[in-house]
C-alpha cells in the first residue's frame, strides 16, 4: 500500500572508498588491545526526524525483503521522464538481527512491465544518514552530487528501472560490505514485491564500482545462499577490494591526504561490530575529537577533517591485526574470504595497477570463481588512478548488463 506524496529528507553523497576501507581496519585494528581513560562508546549517527526511516513494531516477524512504506517522491530534473519512489523494508544486519533499510526506485515512462530492473549500488564514503543516495538525491549540496547519473541515464533510456539502495544500512556503517550485499538483495526483494512497480517478474541486474562494488560483489557471492529465488542475469562489479585485512596491512599508519576515509571506515564498521571492534575506546582525546568532527559528515567534511592525520596520532596503542576478533570483522567483510561462489554471470574490470586496492586479491577471487565453474569475464583497464578505471569500464559493465538482459549467452574468459 501506498502512503502519500511526502517531501524527502535531504541529503546526497559521493565516492572514493579503496583506502578508506583499508586504513580503517588499520585503526579498527591497531587500536583495540588498549584500555583508555578516555574510554568512549561507538557514536552512531543522528536519527532522521522522517519517519519513513524508522524502525517500525513487529519488525522481527517480518522476513528479508518484506515491504514495511511506500511513498511517491517528486521527480529529480537530472533523471528526465522518470518516476521516483522510495521502499522501506526489512533487511538484517551483520549480527543477523532485523533491521529497516531503504532503496529509491528511478521508474523511466518507457519501461514495460515486468521489464528489466537493475540495482545500483552507488559510491557512499559517509558517516552521516544524509549522505546515503535516497536523502543525497534530494539536496543542492555540491558534496554529494549524484556522479553517476550519466551512466544511469542511459540505463533509464533503455527502459530499465533502477533500484538505488542505501546500502550502508540504518547506522551509515561504511565499510561494512557484507551489510550492502545484504540490503542489496534485500532491496531487490521489496521493489518486486510493490505491485504498482510491475516488477515481480523481472529479470536482474546489479553493478557497482569500488565501495559500490563491494555491496555489489558480497551481494553477488551471498544470493544463492541468501536469496536464491531471485533471477539475477548478470553482475557488473568494478574496482572491488575484496580483502580488507591485506588493504590494512599494505596502508600502514603513516600521515594520508584521505586518512578521514581510513578513520570513516573504522568508526563505520565499529558501528556494526561494536563489541568485537570497540575503536572509540581506544582513541585518545584527538581521536575522539575527530570521531566526533566526522560522525554525521559526508565525503568532503571527512577528507578536510582528516587530510595529513594518522592512525598513530589518535589512537593510544598499535597493532591490533592480530587482535582475532577485528580478524574476524576483517575477513566477514571480505569478498575474498567468503566461501561463496556467485551463479550469476559476472563481468569485472579493475586496473592492474590501482595503487588502493589489493589486486592481487581481486586475481585470487576470480580464479577460485573460476574453478568452481563459474561464468566470469574479466577486463583490465590501464589507468593512472582507481576511479579513472571507473569510467572507463562503465561502458562495457552497462554493455555487458544489456546483452545478459536480452538472453545472449555470457562470454568466459578464465
Known amino acids: 500500500m501506498l502512503s502519500p506524496r511526502l517531501s524527502p529528507s535531504p541529503a546526497r553523497r559521493r565516492g572514493r572508498v579503496g583506502r578508506a576501507v583499508a586504513a580503517a581496519l588499520v585503526i579498527g585494528c591497531s587500536t583495540v588491545l588498549a584500555q583508555t581513560a578516555a574510554s568512549a562508546a561507538p557514536l552512531y549517527p543522528v536519527a532522521d526526524a522522517d519517519g519513513f ?40 544486519n551483520s549480527q543477523n538481527a532485523p533491521i529497516a533499510a531503504v532503496t529509491t526506485i528511478l521508474a523511466p515512462e518507457n519501461r514495460s512491465p515486468n521489464g528489466p530492473l537493475l540495482s545500483y549500488q552507488h559510491i557512499v564514503n559517509a558517516l552521516g544518514t544524509r549522505c546515503a543516495p535516497s536523502r543525497a538525491l534530494y539536496t543542492d549540496d555540491p558534496d554529494l552530487t549524484i556522479r553517476e547519473a550519466p551512466a544511469l541515464n542511459i540505463a533509464l533510456a533503455r527502459g530499465w528501472t533502477v533500484a538505488l539502495p542505501d546500502h550502508l544500512g540504518p547506522d551509515s556503517a561504511y565499510g561494512a560490505a557484507r551489510l550492502g ?17 510491475a516488477l515481480g517478474a523481472s529479470p536482474v541486474a546489479m553493478a557497482g ?10 551481494a553477488a557471492a551471498l544470493a544463492p545462499a541468501y536469496a536464491p529465488e531471485l533471477n539475477i542475469v548478470g553482475v557488473a562489479e568494478g574496482g572491488v577490494p575484496m580483502n580488507l585485512g591485506k588493504m590494512a596491512q599494505a596502508l600502514g ?49 571527512i577528507l578536510a577533517t582528516g ?38 554471470p559476472v563481468f569485472e574490470w579493475h586496473s592492474p595497477t590501482d595503487a588502493l586496492i589489493p589486486v592481487d586479491s581481486i586475481d585470487a577471487t576470480i580464479r577460485r570463481y573460476c574453478r568452481a565453474g563459474a561464468t566470469v569475464e574479466s577486463e583490465l583497464f590501464p589507468s593512472p588512478d582507481h576511479l579513472t578505471t571507473a569510467v572507463l569500464g562503465a561502458p562495457r559493465a552497462l554493455e555487458y548488463l544489456d546483452a545478459r538482459f536480452r538472453g ?3 562470454p568466459r574468459n578464465c
Open 408 to 410: 545472449e549467452p555470457a
Open 253 to 301: 599508519t603513516a600521515p594520508h591526504p584521505v586518512f578521514g576515509l581510513a578513520l570513516a571506515a573504522a568508526i563505520g564498521l565499529e558501528r556494526e561490530y561494536p563489541n568485537q571492534l570497540p575503536v572509540s575506546d581506544q582513541l585518545n582525546a584527538r581521536g575522539i575529537a575527530m570521531r566526533d568532527a566526522v560522525a554525521n559528515a559526508c565525503t568532503n567534511q
Open 181 to 197: 550485499g545484504q540490503i542489496t538483495l534485500d532491496g531487490i526483494r521489496a521493489a518486486q514485491r510493490v505491485p504498482e512497480l
Open 53 to 92: 526511516y524508522g524502525t517500525p513494531d513487529g519488525l522481527a516477524a517480518r522476513s528479508p525483503g518484506d515491504v514495511l512504506a511506500v511513498r511517491r517522491m517528486p521527480p529529480l530534473p537530472f533523471f528526465p521522464n522518470t518516476a521516483v519512489w522510495q521502499i522501506a523494508f526489512r533487511s538484517t
Open 209 to 218: 564500482y569500488s565501495g559500490g562494488g563491494m555491496a555489489t560483489a558480497f
Open 307 to 344: 587530510a595529513g592525520h594518522s592512525a598513530a596520532e589518535i589512537s593510544t596503542t598499535t597493532g591490533l591485526l592480530d587482535s582475532p576478533a577485528a580478524a574476524a570483522v576483517l575477513a566477514d567483510n571480505s569478498v575474498e574470504d567468503y566461501p561463496g561462489v556467485p551463479t550469476a
